[in-house]
Nanobody
């Protein structure tokens, strides 16, 4: 069982920023494509962003493009999601997910493409 955990969620005002972290232990995150998903109450889980395993190609959903940035630091065995200009509609539980394959433009945001999931971290954007 791979062990990794998300952190960095919290309550922030509209227009604010948060940085989510996905940190692993006992294995190398560099061997995986990393996706960030979110799920709001009553809604389906949706892909937010992904960084591919092979060449660090990044993907973003239209709703976060230009506001969120995904990155990885292999030396720290971690991945990050920098979220700026947050909006109330960004409120959700955010999940880090790992895909042992390489991501693609058509598959990066598909839930069943991912092999492992974190426990999630709550992000609430409210004044």
């Amino acid at each position: 069982q791979l062990q990794f955990v998300e952190s960095g969620g919290g309550l922030v005002q509209p227009g604010g920023s948060l940085r989510l972290s996905c940190e692993a232990s006992g294995f190398a995150l560099a061997h995986y494509s990393i996706g960030w998903f979110r799920q709001a109450p009553g809604k389906e889980r949706e892909g937010v962003s992904c960084i591919s395993r092979v060449d660090d190609t990044t993907y973003y959903s239209d709703s976060v493009k230009g506001r969120f940035t995904i990155s990885r630091d292999n030396a720290k065995n971690a991945a990050y999601l920098q979220m700026n200009s947050l909006k109330p509609e960004d409120t959700a539980v955010y999940y880090c997910a790992l895909d042992s394959g390489n991501s693609s433009p058509t598959g990066w945001n598909i839930v069943y493409e991912y092999d492992y999931w974190g426990q999630g971290t709550q992000v609430t954007v409210s004044s």
